[in-house]
């Protein structure tokens, strides 16, 4: 369980009993009903300026329309929905959702809590206005979906034992796997959020500096060795003061919600350049995330146990209750022209040995401070057998053992026009609250 038990009008939006007048949000394989509620950006070829929504079975939800309407309100924020002013007030009415979060955990409850009820199928208030509804609700494949915040800082972790023990195994002594830190502290480096971008966006090869063992010096080039990163990351909601560390305890009141993460790899330019100081180019080019943020409230009934940590973290990383989730994911490629995509890899983030909250909190213990918006990803999500491997380095076992696909031929590493699809869910009582997609294409590097 968490430490903070929820408040009954926000644990009653999780209720799998509660049903939606969207009738697509009904639907057992829907990504997104009703208990779900994740927030993004959009928007359409009728109004191409971007505004915040909420994802709703096979639709969106304006949220800038239903406040300048009056039936959405912010809780302790000035001006009054519909007035001249409101334009202003309306933070909905914005490329990147940074100015709704930074108005507080309460306030994002606030809103989960009337949005359940005004999107339940019992509540009359905007199923039964056409006028609001064909201006509110918005079919997905009419919408464009944008990057839902900007992000001022990225930073990427290490954490799942699998990985960093096949990594270690692969090119170093498989019994001493594991470096002596890695299981004293949540392993990170502080990536670059400039290169940040949304699903869809396609993928350029990188071109970097590329050595073999048998050459004196590198070459130059395109990567050879393109790899995915299956990963999660997390939003800040709320940041820290230069100096003032987030506790353990309480670094999950900081996290505004979830995404699917694509940590893009180019191995052999990162082999060469990573020692002394880890990746540069390698990771520069590209990390694709999905577009819907999914919050910690909707995901509060998948909590289970983390993996036991051995030894017992140091005191700072410590925090009771469960702090892992039931998130099921996987990883398909479809070649250029294929009909059909194969599955490469099925894990869950349950098997993550280091927590959000530890990763936070070892993140600003020296005093780093945060910002809303800022991005931190898992790092590659590895189960414990082949079929549940994060990427492609470890499921080919770095090229050795060919991949096949359906309809034929092989993969060791991503060949240009590859689209990578990453999917992530959490299996409810007749309903479950996925991620969507993030996808990415890869396209040929420049020459």
Known sequence: ?????????????????????????????????????????????????????????????????????????????????????????NVFARGALNDFIELGRDVWRSVRVQLSSLLSRETAALRDDAALRSRALVKLADAKLHLPVSIPGYTDFYSSKEHATNVGSMFR??????????????????????????????????????????????????????????????????????????????????????????????????????????????????????????????????RVAQPVQEPQPLEYLRHGGEHAFDIELEVMLRPAGAGEATTISRTNFRHMYWSMAQQLAHHTVGGCNTRVGDLMGSGTISGPTADSFGSLLEITWNAKNPLALKGGGTRGFIEDGDVLTLAGWCQGAGYRVGFGTCVGEVIPALS
């Open 173 to 302: 002594d498989p019994k001493n796997a594991l470096l002596p830190n890695w299981s004293e502290m949540p392993i990170g480096y502080n990536g670059r959020a400039s290169s940040v971008v949304v699903s869809g966006t396609p993928v350029r090869r990188p071109n970097g500096q590329l050595k073999s063992p048998d050459q004196d010096r590198p070459v130059f080039g395109a990567c050879r060795k393109l790899d995915i990163e299956l990963e999660t990351g997390f939003v800040i909601g709320r940041g820290n003061a230069l100096g003032e560390p987030i506790a353990c305890e309480s670094a999950e009141a900081h996290i505004f919600g979830m995404v699917l993460l694509n940590d893009w790899s180019a191995r052999d330019i990162q082999q060469w350049e990573y020692v002394p100081l880890g990746p540069f180019n390698s990771k520069g080019f590209a990390t694709t995330i999905s577009p819907w943020i999914v919050t910690l409230d909707a995901l509060e009934p998948f």
């Open 1 to 89: 369980m968490s430490s903070q038990p929820l408040p009954d009008d926000l644990r009653a939006t999780l209720d799998p009993r509660r049903k939606s007048w969207v009738e697509s949000a009904n639907d057992a394989a829907c990504d997104f009903p009703i208990q779900n509620l994740p927030f993004g950006v959009f928007s359409t070829a009728q109004n191409v300026t971007p505004r915040a929504g909420v994802a709703i079975g096979d639709s969106v939800i304006d949220l800038a329309a239903l406040y300048d309407a009056g039936v959405l309100r912010l809780p302790g924020t000035p001006g009054t929905p519909g007035s001249p002013a409101s334009a202003q007030a």
